[in-house]
């Protein structure tokens, strides 16, 4: 089901199907910032990534010697969540374990996901409760697609990515079965902008951690109409877009990546893993801010 939020100048949906944002709507223009899914190029729009974000290697992880399978991303994004609040400006929804979920992830735990609506913002949290009598293990991370170019007439190349500082750091590389590799290769050298096009992405997704720079934005050389993503605390970026053309690109805060290619480790040794003890909470966010 599709719940609705709005202000004065934008509006949002969101769904109970994988608690996913469907809409950010300025509603003075009309103007749509969030990609509309459509199936010819990717069929979501912000899938939550939770207990994983992107691949374990050959689909299988290991918890205490045993074998689990799980897909990309994880379990979330594909399960019905139940909204348990709703106010003038509040979605909350939650996940919690089944007979179902411990089958493939074998930790009792809750997951909400927050949508509060400001004057010009959103911000997306994430609590993840831990209901087991033991510690519990996980990633977490946001995947929120942007329609680009926002307007008619223009091309990906009219667009750029604008960190809120200069950074000088090395990328992370994503070998052609959607793992990271060991090495890495250059990225930024004392700038923050990074130009658009297809070509920046024919290696798959670009990939950073450590970052000093707590907000990004997508801008238009053509007008000043544009988003920007606070993600403070998560310790890394994917940057990405189907290179067969698709109108949009993502932003993607991860709290963990996809398995390195030589990992044979266990769940909890995994690089960016979260550790809950027993009845602690894990408490994150994002903001989206309409300029």
Request: hydrophobic letters at 35%; charged letters at 25%.
């Amino acid at each position: 089901m599709i719940y609705t939020l709005e202000n004065n100048n934008i509006r949002i949906s969101a769904s109970s199907h994988g608690a996913e944002l469907h809409n950010i709507t300025e509603k003075e223009s009309n103007i749509e910032y969030l990609w509309n899914g459509n199936s010819n190029y990717w069929s979501y729009h912000a899938p939550v990534l939770f207990p994983i974000v992107g691949k374990v290697k050959d689909g299988v992880y290991r918890v205490d010697g045993r074998e689990y399978k799980l897909p990309q991303h994880g379990l979330a994004r594909v399960r019905e969540f139940e909204l348990i609040e709703k106010t003038d400006n509040k979605l909350v929804f939650e996940l919690t374990y089944s007979e179902e979920t411990l089958d493939i992830y074998p930790y009792k735990f809750s997951l909400k996901i927050e949508y509060t609506l400001l004057e010009k913002s959103v911000v997306t949290s994430y609590i993840v409760e831990n209901k087991d009598d033991k510690d519990i293990y996980f990633q977490i991370g946001a995947h929120p697609a942007f329609m680009c170019p926002i307007l008619p007439g223009e091309i990906i190349q009219d667009y750029y990515f604008e960190f809120n500082e200069k950074e000088d750091l090395q990328q992370k590389v994503v070998g052609p079965e959607g793992y990271i590799k060991r090495e890495k290769k250059p990225g930024l050298k004392n700038e923050n902008i990074i130009p658009l096009s297809f070509d920046l992405f024919k290696d798959d997704a670009l990939v950073f951690e450590n970052l000093k720079s707590n907000k990004i934005s997508i801008k238009s050389r053509n007008h000043d109409k544009y988003i920007t993503m606070d993600f403070t605390g998560f310790p890394y970026m994917g940057l990405w877009t189907k290179v067969t053309g698709a109108p949009f690109v993502c932003i993607e805060p991860w709290y963990g990546h996809a398995d390195y290619e030589d990992f044979n480790g266990e769940l909890k040794d995994k690089e960016g893993i979260q550790k809950l003890a027993v009845g602690e909470k894990f408490n994150s966010s994002y903001t989206l801010t309409i300029k």
